[in-house]
């Protein structure tokens, strides 16, 4: 399994007995591994692309599970439990999809319980896809708790600021290494504002705050060309351009959302002119979606085109 090696020489006795009960060494069947990682691609990266692609997959399929953050890859699955089959589920040995969600969630929460060290991206990389859990409106370990927690961690190391990015770092950064950056940034700014809206509960990502730019197509597309050719046509969808696109359009939605979500929900501060209101009236209907998705389409390209339509259509307006 993987980091085994590493948690038993960083871990103390009693805290890997902890990480064995709680089935944090588990081994699912290789199948049951496929397919969810499947499902996380299909389903999950190109909402949320803040995985490196080619260095999960690449290193998946020349050592299965057994070189990737434990901690990582309990989080991936957990997300990718939402969408896999019935047959999957009794396959792996759960009676059900939220019995599966529950093992994951809880190897997933142990390692970061008794963490030592995890590479700090790895670990606002788990704690976004953590927020995939959700028990009840009592739980409070749910989304809200989750993605303050990535926030709180990406705005330490700097992810908020494009300084930090091109000039202050210690070292150079690739651009591989900043594209992957920009893109968990803007998902922990759009997590911030669905789950806050959601919950009815103020933003902690404003506006005035960060300048990391936008991302671009490119920042996904140029790091799944380094993904190897079988695992691109075993895990990656046909349609990553256009999903990519989409999901281009959906943080440019956030970005404006939260403009609204702050004009509608403040309590004090300076009452916002006609002029701004209009404004984002005006940056609201041009990412009206103006493209048709064809009859022809992929499943995965029509699902997520109608899913973020419906949040275009939740966006409350100025």
Not at 49 to 57: E, G, S
Not at 121 to 142: A, E, K, N, R
Not at 206 to 224: A, K, Q, R
Request: contains cysteine.
């Amino acid at each position: 399994m993987p980091s085994s090696i590493s948690a038993a020489i960083s871990h103390k006795p009693h805290e890997l007995e902890y990480m064995r009960l709680q089935g944090v060494f588990s081994k699912l069947p290789d199948d049951v591994c496929d397919e969810l990682v499947r499902c996380y691609f299909q389903h999950v990266h190109f909402f949320l692309p803040i995985i490196d692609a080619p260095a999960f997959l690449n290193e998946y399929r020349s050592n299965g599970s057994r070189n990737v953050s434990l901690l990582l890859y309990w989080s991936m699955l957990l997300a990718a439990a939402n969408f896999v089959d019935t047959d999957v589920l009794q396959k792996a040995g759960f009676t059900s999809r939220k019995a599966m969600k529950t093992a994951m969630y809880e190897r997933a929460k142990c390692l970061y319980d008794v963490d030592r060290g995890t590479e700090k991206l790895i670990l606002i990389q788990s704690v976004i896809l953590l927020g995939f859990w959700y028990t009840d409106p009592q739980d409070h370990t749910g989304a809200w708790y989750w993605i303050g927690i990535a926030i709180s961690l990406a705005q330490n190391i700097g992810l908020h600021r494009s300084v930090r990015l091109r000039g202050r770092a210690q070292k150079p950064l690739s651009t591989a290494r900043e594209s992957l950056m920009r893109r968990i940034w803007w998902a922990c700014v759009v997590r911030d504002r669905w789950v806050s809206l959601a919950r009815g509960r103020p933003m902690r990502i404003h506006s005035e705050d960060c300048d990391t730019p936008f991302p671009v197509v490119d920042d996904v597309l140029n790091e799944l060309e380094a993904v190897t050719s079988p695992e691109s046509a075993k895990f990656i969808p046909t349609d990553s351009r256009a999903l990519t696109e989409m999901w281009i359009r959906l943080v440019k939605i956030c970005d404006t959302l939260g403009n609204i979500v702050r004009v509608h929900y403040r309590v004090n501060g300076i009452i916002p002119t006609m002029a701004e209101i209009d404004k984002y009236a005006q940056e609201l209907q041009a990412l009206a979606q103006d493209e048709v998705i064809s009859g022809d389409s992929s499943e995965e390209l029509s699902i997520h085109a109608y899913q973020i339509d419906l949040l275009y259509q939740f966006v409350p307006r100025p």
